[in-house]
């Protein structure tokens, strides 16, 4: 069973340039989460989707920030224009559902450095 | 403000040690703790502990919660080098929200 797939892996682009990067969530998951996760401290929770549904997206900074998650399957993260602040590694993880969260299975991630 | 808090934030035992790590949690409305581990890349699942007093195991690691005291523990018995990793723990909270703490990063020495 293919597990969360996320790219690109790495990304390095100059501050004020847009990003995006996208994930494609274990078959049969509905829930979708999007987690940052600097070094040395835990993830921190963009957004959450249930189906296509953003269910919480309270953590995510709209002004530069934005996700979809078309056909509740895919989703993609936007970020435009990026800052020095926002290198970090985005992780994306998914869930078969948020009435027993239980285990979530994460992607490796992708690491943004932005210079 | 729900929190979770992990100790120490870092520990450095030699391989054959047992080591104790902690999870302690002030969130509202409780409804499950989870434990990970994360190397280099992405986290993987450990445990998940909903009720006070049972014992969770899987080989060499175990896990307990306290939901009087609000805290758990994670036990690692004869530790190899391959158990180096950040160990996360995170609590289900209100509305289905995860809580997570910073770690615990764990250097097994030969």
């Known amino acids: 069973e293919a597990g969360v797939v996320q790219s690109p892996r790495y990304k390095i682009i100059e501050k004020k340039q847009p990003v995006a990067f996208w994930c494609n969530p274990i078959?049969?998951?509905?829930?979708l989460y999007w987690y940052l996760q600097n070094l040395g401290q835990g993830p921190e929770l963009l957004i959450r989707y249930e189906n296509e549904e953003a269910v919480d997206d309270s953590q995510l900074p709209k002004d530069r920030f934005s996700a979809e998650r078309l056909k509740g399957v895919d989703s993609t993260l936007k970020i435009q224009p990026a800052e020095l602040g926002d290198s970090a590694v985005y992780l994306c993880a998914s869930s078969l559902g948020f009435v027993n969260t239980g285990e979530l299975f994460f992607g490796e991630g992708s690491r943004l450095t932005v210079l | 403000e729900d929190k979770v808090v992990q100790s120490p934030l870092s520990l450095v035992v030699h391989e054959g040690d047992t080591v104790t790590l902690n999870c302690s949690y002030e969130?509202?409305?409780?409804?499950?703790l989870l434990w990970y581990k994360q190397e280099k890349k992405a986290p993987t699942f450990l445990f998940m502990l909903?009720?006070s007093g049972i014992e969770k195991k899987s080989g060499r690691l175990s896990s307990i919660l306290d939901k009087k005291e609000l805290f758990s523990i994670l036990n690692i018995t004869a530790t190899q080098t391959g158990d180096s990793a950040v160990y996360l723990c995170a609590v289900e909270a209100r509305d289905y929200q995860l809580i997570w703490g910073a770690g615990t990063k764990l250097i097994i020495k030969p």
């Open positions: 969130v509202t409305n409780f409804r499950s």
């Open positions: 078959s049969g998951h509905n829930t």
């Open positions: 909903t009720s």
